[in-house]
């Protein structure tokens, strides 16, 4: 069985850092893609960040330059260094994995979310 694990959301201060990690876990063949979306209450849930398997990253308008998504393959993580935080950056955190290969198939999976609040 695959399980996406968050981990590292937390409160801060704006203008702050966080790390978060998610591993992904189970007897996996192969992962695509990898991202981070987040939601906040009232909203639709977004995208923030992707990464191909290769290593590309793709980023929402509103956190580039701030947000850096990077990806360990050997340990099927995938890490979301957010840097100059702010209060708008509160939400739930949640990342998805892509194509995940295991012998019963393939399919996209989540995590179960982590809560970023930014606030002073």
């Known amino acids: 069985q695959v399980q996406l694990v968050e981990s590292g959301g937390g409160s801060v201060q704006p203008g702050g850092s966080l790390r978060l990690s998610c591993a992904t876990s189970?007897?996996?063949?192969?992962?695509?893609?990898m991202g981070w979306y987040r939601q906040a209450p009232g909203k639709q849930r977004e995208l923030v960040a992707v990464i191909t398997s290769g290593g590309t990253p793709t980023y929402a308008d509103s956190v580039k330059g701030r947000f850096t998504i990077s990806r360990d393959n050997a340990k099927n993580t995938v890490y979301l260094q957010m840097n100059s935080l702010k209060p708008e950056d509160t939400a739930v955190y949640y990342c998805k994995a892509v194509r995940v290969a295991t012998i019963t198939g393939i399919r996209d999976y989540w995590g179960q979310g982590t809560q970023v609040t930014v606030s002073s």
């Open positions: 189970g007897n996996i063949f192969g992962i695509g893609a």
